[in-house]
Antibody, heavy 126, light 110 residues
Framework: EVQLVQSGAEVKKPGESLRISCKAS????????IAWVRQMPGKGLEWMGI????????RYSPSFQGQVGISADKSISTAYLQWGSLKASDTARYYC???????????????????WGQGTLVTVSS | QSVLTQAPSASGTPGQRATISCSGSSSNIGSNNVKWYQQLPGTAPKVLIYSNNQRPSGVPDRFSGSKSGTSASLAISGLQSEDEAEYYCAAWDDSLNGWVFGGGTKLTVL
C-alpha cells in the first residue's frame, strides 16, 4: 500500500528555521516525483515545487523559488521541505503529493498527483 | 488570487446534479489537460478526474469532467451528502512552468 506520512505539526517564531518531512512507503521512492503543495488557512491549493528523488532534479514554482528548499534522502525514502527564516505568512498546511509514474524525464502536463500525505500544519507566530 | 477561476460555492439537493466550472487561459486549460481534486473536510485532496474526463479506478461514475477551450467543468450526478467537499480544478501552466489550481468551490448538499 502506497503511503506518504508527514511529520507532525510545528509552532515556530518568525526568523526561525524549519524542515518538515514526508516519508514514503509501499513503492520505489526513487522512481516517482514528489511535490509540495501549500494550503493557507481557509484558502486554496498552491504548487510549490517538485523533486525527483532518483537524481534530486528539483523544480520550483516562481512564487516559491528562493523562499523554500526541497530535498530528498533516497536511503530513507523521505522528502523534505525547509525554510531558512520563517515568516508569519508561512503559516499554512503543507502537503506532499506523489506524481503518478512518468519517469525522470517527465512531461509534467499529462500527469496528476495520485497519492497525498496527511498534511503538516506549520504555525509561525511571535 | 488563483490562476484558475472557480465560483466559491455551489449547492444542490440529494439526487440532483451539480456542476462546477473552472475558467483559465490559453497557457493552462487551453493547451493542457485538466484535473479535478476533491478535498473532504479535514482531509488531503484526492484526484477525481484526470485528462479532462478520465476517472481513476474507484471513483464513481457519478463524477464526470469536460473541457471546452479555456474552460472546464465537473459534473456530479445523483448528489449524496458525502459529496459535500471542496473541489479544485488544476492544470499545467506553460507560462508559469508549473501546476496551477483554482481557488476551490465548496459544494453544499442541502
Amino acid at each position: 500500500e502506497v503511503q506518504l506520512v508527514q511529520s507532525g505539526a510545528e509552532v515556530k517564531k518568525p526568523g526561525e528555521s524549519l524542515r518538515i518531512s514526508c516519508k514514503a512507503s509501499g513503492y520505489n521512492f526513487t522512481n516517482f516525483w514528489i511535490a509540495w503543495v501549500r494550503q493557507m488557512p481557509g484558502k486554496g491549493l498552491e504548487w510549490m515545487g517538485i523533486i525527483y528523488p532518483g537524481d534530486s532534479d528539483t523544480r520550483y514554482s516562481p512564487s516559491f523559488q528562493g523562499q523554500v528548499g526541497i530535498s530528498a534522502d533516497k536511503s530513507i525514502s523521505t522528502a523534505y521541505l525547509q525554510w531558512g527564516s520563517l515568516k508569519a505568512s508561512d503559516t499554512a498546511r503543507y502537503y506532499c503529493a506523489r506524481l503518478e509514474y512518468c519517469g525522470g524525464d517527465c512531461y509534467f502536463p499529462a500527469f496528476y498527483f495520485d497519492y497525498w500525505g496527511q498534511g503538516t500544519l506549520v504555525t509561525v507566530s511571535s | 488570487q488563483s490562476v484558475l477561476t472557480q465560483a466559491p460555492s455551489a449547492s444542490g439537493t440529494p439526487g440532483q446534479r451539480a456542476t462546477i466550472s473552472c475558467s483559465g487561459s490559453s497557457s493552462n486549460i487551453g493547451s493542457n489537460n485538466v484535473k479535478w481534486y476533491q478535498q473532504l473536510p479535514g482531509t488531503a485532496p484526492k484526484v477525481l478526474i484526470y485528462s479532462n474526463n478520465q476517472r481513476p479506478s474507484g471513483v464513481p461514475d457519478r463524477f464526470s469532467g469536460s473541457k471546452s477551450g479555456t474552460s472546464a467543468s465537473l459534473a456530479i450526478s445523483g448528489l449524496q451528502s458525502e459529496d459535500e467537499a471542496e473541489y479544485y480544478c488544476a492544470a499545467w501552466d506553460d507560462s508559469l512552468n508549473g501546476w496551477v489550481f483554482g481557488g476551490g468551490t465548496k459544494l453544499t448538499v442541502l
